[in-house]
């Protein structure tokens, strides 16, 4: 069983969906978890769940909110663990996609990793040691029609992850990205029910995946078990991408 007794870990977007399980199963392991997002009655609820967890409300791509609130928690913790899941969808086909359509995809999935990140990598430079896992998706590595903003978002991350590995593995922090497939979170929940069809059939596992599928290997790249890996983009899709 992994154990990860005695380790601080934050999870940003764990309010729900892929979030919120990655926060209990870290929990369940024995690390502190710190949650943040932007919904205050879902944290404190999950919260009281883990045994009084720390929790931030905070929108992530608020650049001063960010610098403020990570420097409070950073004066009573020290992290190990950084989980960068929070991310939003808005498809559109690019004819039609709206610059704010662009923008607030662009800014909370990818811009945001960069400043979030930049805030907890100084201690951990010092303190040689350190776990960053960002969420990607499936969609940044194949494409999707109506998704050009999400999938660029998505593809950045994969850059960052792999630069940021190469430029920080001799202190130890390792960088690694997980890509889920189809995940049934609120997320997807709107999709038709012809879509989510034609999409299953791509899966040869042929069953969608659950928040606790990506919990599980989040919970791996997390543990001592993945010490000697870095810079890799773990695809956790039933097969859909291979
Ligand atoms: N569900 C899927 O099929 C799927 C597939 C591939 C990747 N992903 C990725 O997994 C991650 C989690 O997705 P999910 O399905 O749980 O979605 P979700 O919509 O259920 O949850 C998203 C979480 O992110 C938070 N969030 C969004 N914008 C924020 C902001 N500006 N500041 C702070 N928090 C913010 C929300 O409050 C929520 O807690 C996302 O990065 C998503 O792109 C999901």
Do not use: C, H
Request: no cysteine; aromatic share 4%.
């Amino acid at each position: 069983m992994i154990d990860l007794t005695g380790k601080t870990a934050i999870v940003t977007g764990a309010s729900r969906g892929i979030g919120k399980a990655i926060a209990e199963k870290l929990s369940e392991a024995g690390a502190k978890v710190i949650l943040i997002a932007r919904n205050e009655e879902r944290l404190k609820e999950l919260a009281a769940k883990l045994g009084n967890s720390p929790y931030f409300t905070l929108d992530i791509t608020d650049r001063e909110k960010v610098k403020e609130v990570f420097k409070e928690i950073q004066k009573q913790y020290d992290i190990d663990i950084l989980v960068n899941n929070a991310g939003i969808t808005r498809d559109n086909i690019l004819m039609m996609m709206k610059d704010n359509e662009i923008e607030s995809v662009i800014d909370t999935n990818l811009k945001s990793i960069f400043y979030v990140t930049k805030q907890v990598l100084r201690k951990m430079l010092k303190k040689r040691s350190g776990r960053i896992i960002n969420i990607t998706s499936v969609i940044g590595l194949m494409g999707n029609p109506g998704q050009s903003n999400y999938a660029a978002s998505k593809a950045g991350i994969i850059g960052f992850t792999k630069s940021l590995a190469k430029e920080i593995g001799s202190r130890n922090i390792t960088v690694n990205a997980i890509a889920p497939g189809f995940i049934e979170t609120d997320m997807t929940k709107d999709l038709s029910e012809e879509t989510k069809k034609a999409m299953l059939e791509t899966i040869p596992l042929k069953r969608t995946g659950t928040p606790e599928d990506i919990a599980n290997a989040v919970l791996f790249l997390a543990s001592d078990l993945a010490s000697y890996i870095t810079g890799t983009v773990l695809n956790v899709s039933g097969g859909m991408y291979m």
